[in-house]
């Protein structure tokens, strides 16, 4: 119960039981020198990477108050956190006073994009629908900023003289208030209806001034429906909880009193120019056999994301779900956080921390089906199927078992955008992983559907016009309100205008989840190595439009949990358990999987926009998730996460990732060898399974001298040091590979090299110069 719970507080106070932030930075070893390009080399020692951190690493995000000049520094320290707070206090007030800019004209796609053309008349059709809706809502709400705040209408509502309960329940021919607070007497708080079936019900204050409902009360709404008497958890909800030994879940009036109610300390950071995103899930992410909680990994797990060099958190399963193996994508509670994992006020802690290290936290939600649950859902709220939903086959998906929403309903455009700006405002979430969106667009759901690329697969009968509105205006209203939040939509299809601005015309995301790469990983891991194709490879990592930015991953939780394996573990299956020890040989089969799990996590990161790998995980009953090790300090498998850190760290030294400079120059199926440039970089990846190549010409654009930067084949990656890093590397003029000169160097099996141009031709012939 939450009336139970202990009080939140900041974390790093000392009333809190957690050490202070100060202790917490020096137990992950900050140091002043670089982590991944030194002062005095190019290659990390063992030493930078087992006992440093870059001196940015935890740095106060950038704000106009984090960086005081004065000599009482601990009294301007002190304005300035005061002055901070000010501004974080009123972060909710500047935005209600945010106007969204009105639609543009909706035509630049075809500037863009000359293709869309002959779609012209589906086009215009789906921007006119769009500004329609606009429209209205300007006309009936006051806006899209206003329309977006229905948590501030329905649901609880607590005002200085009591509180207002509302919820839409059309069909329902009777509802009343029952919970705790009134001994669950359906005649105590009977509920009036208006003409558009919204029910309404107000509890003045007690006497002494406390709410009618005290904090962490059992709360439901008993309706007459046409399908029977039921009692249901409010459908906004801020909080609901599974009491033990029951199955369905109780709501929650969740209104703690002020001084226990948390308050964010930090600052939003800036968004990243690249993202380099860390996929997560908080119940999985301990290492005992429990379901972890938003405390700990805000302790434990926030800081180790940070060292390794990401800059971003993607957090799986937040709204809360009742079934727990669906890995949070049956929502029934879409404005709660799991009370699996702590309290809404442990979740704002989570985040605020986060922002203190720096990182962008990204909410993996769900707005494209919704659970089938009657208990503790959505789903026959007011006894009819076509409530929230459409009715009929129409509002099934018969894959996932849920609910399809009807974009097309006033109450559910409400409902939804509502929901997506709560967590950016309530909860300081810095964007969203929007899942399903496949699903949303088409009326097959993409179904038994194989997309080819033919535009006619994408504008066309099969098209949810209200569907791809929806997701027009919600994309309105993040950038609108929230011009630094993210919005990545996860796409199978490939449809068109995705990435595009509404205002031009498109749906609005800033970037598409590309699925077929993990999935393209797992079909090679099937095969034997001689079966793999460096053009195959290539053209599915490269396979996106041109400008279109994409987020990309080698594996995540759709391939590693749901029905198939991870990478580490089609690699090296069993063996892990008995073969990764150091006090012991590995096998052929362990070396294999260590190299190869390198160079697909680097290819993949290198080759695409960004890299999404994902967290350590141990499911709740214990059962190890395999690919992970058992023991960070006698587990090889560490081997490969001091390589994940060195990767993270090479991109935000050299922001490779985001350089417009790219091509690939090799895909030579016969020695097994892709390489390609990346900004001043030069990638060399060996596939072979046992063939290494002396003085192997690679073709570059810039003239100069090319060092070793980065080497999976580093005894410190867990490889056989074949590669001399001290070496440095000399271009020749001629054309090789369809570029201008060339250098020559090593290239051993199974090794992916990363050459960096350290001193370019001029360079080189003034040093000479000056020498002479």
């Not at 900041?10 to 100060?22: E, I, L, N």
């Not at 999987?593 to 990161?605: E, P």
């Amino acid at each position: 119960m939450v009336a139970a719970s202990e009080k939140v507080l900041v974390p790093g106070s000392q009333t809190d039981g957690s050490s202070s932030s100060t202790e917490q930075l020096e137990a992950v070893d900050t140091a002043s020198e670089d982590l991944y390009v030194s002062q005095n080399e190019d290659v990390l020692s063992m030493e930078q990477l087992d006992s440093t951190v870059d001196d940015e690493t935890y740095v106060e995000p950038s704000s106009s108050f984090s960086e005081v000049d004065g000599e009482d520094d601990e009294a301007n320290n002190a304005e300035a956190s005061v002055l901070l707070q000010e501004v974080i206090s009123k972060e909710s007030d500047l935005i209600r006073q945010k106007s969204i800019p009105p639609p543009g004209t909706g035509q630049r796609i075809y500037e863009i994009d000359p293709i869309l053309t002959r779609h012209r008349d589906h086009l215009d059709y789906r921007y006119g629908h769009y500004k329609k809706m606009c429209e209205a809502i300007d006309k009936f709400e006051g806006g899209l900023e206003v329309f977006s705040r229905g948590y501030e209408k329905f649901g609880f509502v607590r005002s200085a003289t009591g509180i207002t309960y509302r919820e839409w329940a059309p069909a329902a021919k009777s509802a009343a208030l029952i919970g705790d607070f009134n001994n669950w007497n359906p005649n105590a708080d009977v509920m009036t209806r208006n003409e558009f079936g919204v029910w309404e019900v107000f509890l003045p204050n007690n006497a002494d001034g406390s709410p009618a409902i005290p904090h962490g009360s059992r709360v439901k709404i008993r309706m007459d429906t046409p399908s029977g008497m039921k009692d249901s958890i409010p459908a906004w909800i801020k909080f609901s909880v599974q009491a033990p030994g029951e199955i369905p879940y109780n709501g929650i009036y969740y209104d703690p009193p002020e001084e226990d109610k948390y308050v964010f300390q930090h600052a939003r950071p800036k968004k990243p120019q690249s993202l380099r995103i860390y996929e997560a899930h908080v119940g999985m992410s301990s290492t005992e056999p429990m379901i972890n909680t938003y405390a700990n990994f805000r302790d434990d797990v926030l800081p180790r994301i940070k060292k390794l060099g990401y800059n971003a958190v993607q957090i799986m399963a937040i709204q809360e779900h009742s079934y727990y193996a669906s890995f949070g994508y049956h929502v029934t509670n879409f404005f709660a956080p799991s009370s699996r994992c702590g309290t809404p006020d442990d979740l704002k802690s989570l985040i605020d921390r986060a922002h203190e290290l720096g990182l962008v936290v990204l909410m993996d939600i769900v707005h494209s089906h919704s659970s089938n649950n009657t208990l503790d859902g959505l789903n026959m709220f007011d006894g009819t199927d076509s409530q929230y939903f459409h009715s009929g086959s129409r509002g099934y998906h018969w894959m996932w078992d849920s609910r399809l929403f009807n974009y097309g309903h006033w109450e559910v455009l409400r409902f939804l955008l509502s929901n997506a700006r709560w967590w950016l405002d309530e909860y300081k979430f810095d964007g969203f992983r929007f899942d399903g969106v496949t699903s949303m667009m088409y009326t097959h759901h993409g179904l038994q559907v194989a997309f080819t690329g033919n535009y006619n697969e994408y504008f066309g009968f099969t098209t949810d016009v209200d569907a791809v509105v929806y997701l027009m205006l919600v994309n309105d209203l993040i950038h609108g309100l929230f011009p630094e939040a993210i919005a990545i939509g996860e796409d199978v299809s490939g449809m068109p205008t995705f990435c595009i601005p509404v205002k031009d015309g498109g749906v609005g995301f800033d970037y598409r989840l590309h699925m077929a790469i993990a999935d393209k990983w797992i079909e090679l891991l099937k095969k034997r190595d001689e079966d793999w194709q460096m053009g195959d490879i290539v053209h599915t990592l490269t396979n996106r439009r041109w400008s279109e930015k994409c987020v990309s991953y080698a594996e995540s939780h759709d391939q590693a949990l749901v029905g198939d394996k991870t990478i580490a573990f089609w690699l090296m299956d069993k063996d892990m358990y008995d073969f990764m020890a150091l006090d012991r040989p590995s096998t052929p089969l362990i070396d294999r999987g260590i190299a190869l799990h390198k160079m697909i996590r680097l290819i993949t990161m290198s080759l695409e926009w960004i890299d999404f790998p994902r967290s350590d995980q141990y499911l709740p009953d214990g059962k190890f998730v395999p690919g992970n090790g058992n023991s960070f300090d006698k587990c090889r498998r560490r081997f490969d996460l001091e390589f994940d850190q060195a990767m993270q760290h090479l991109e935000e030294t050299y922001g490779f990732m985001t350089s417009e400079h790219q091509y690939i120059s090799r895909k030579d199926e016969g020695d097994r060898v892709i390489t390609f440039e990346r900004g001043d970089l030069v990638f060399v990846f060996n596939f072979h399974w046992t063939s290494s190549y002396s003085d192997y010409r690679i073709g570059c654009l810039k003239p100069g001298m090319y060092k070793v930067v980065l080497d999976s084949d580093d005894s410190l990656f867990g490889g056989f040091s074949r590669i001399d890093h001290k070496a440095e590397y000399f271009t020749f003029e001629g054309h090789f590979d369809n570029r201008p000169r060339s250098f020559m160097a090593y290239a051993p099996s199974r090794t992916a090299v990363v050459y960096r141009l350290t001193e370019s031709e001029v360079e080189l012939v003034e040093g000479s110069n000056k020498a002479s």
